[in-house]
């Protein structure tokens, strides 16, 4: 089985930065690419940004210029760095990781971003 844990979240006023990071563990044999979503009240699960095995990157536009997301594949990590976050980036933030050899992608328990005005 695999494992994913994130860290990072937390309650920030807006405009500030949050550094978000997923670590995977148990029986890796290769990342693809790693994801982050979000979801908030109400609100269907939104694709945040990934990156695969080459570092080639996607954002939403809702958080392009904003966010970059990173990948130390050699600790199974990917990051998500936040910058000048609004109040609706609020949401609980999931990592997926999409492994090699692997039918089904994982995914972290979410960790909770809230920003205030």
């Known amino acids: 089985q695999v494992h994913l844990v994130e860290s990072g979240g937390g309650s920030v006023q807006a405009g500030g930065s949050l550094r978000l990071s ?21 609100n269907e ?3 945040v940004a990934d990156i695969d095995s080459d570092g080639d990157t996607n954002y939403a536009d809702s958080v392009r210029g904003r966010f970059t997301v990173s990948a130390d594949y050699t600790k199974n ?5 936040m ?6 980036d609020t949401a ?26």
């Open 77 to 81: 990590t990917v990051y998500l760095e």
């Open 92 to 117: 609980i933030y999931y990592c997926k990781a999409d492994l090699a050899g692997e039918l089904y992608d994982y995914w972290g328990q979410g960790t909770q971003v809230t920003v205030s005005s």
């Open 22 to 42: 997923c670590v995977a563990s148990g029986r890796i044999y290769g990342i693809n690419a790693m994801t982050w979503y979000r979801q908030a009240p109400g």
């Open 83 to 88: 910058n000048s976050l609004k109040p609706e």
């Open 45 to 47: 699960r939104e694709l």
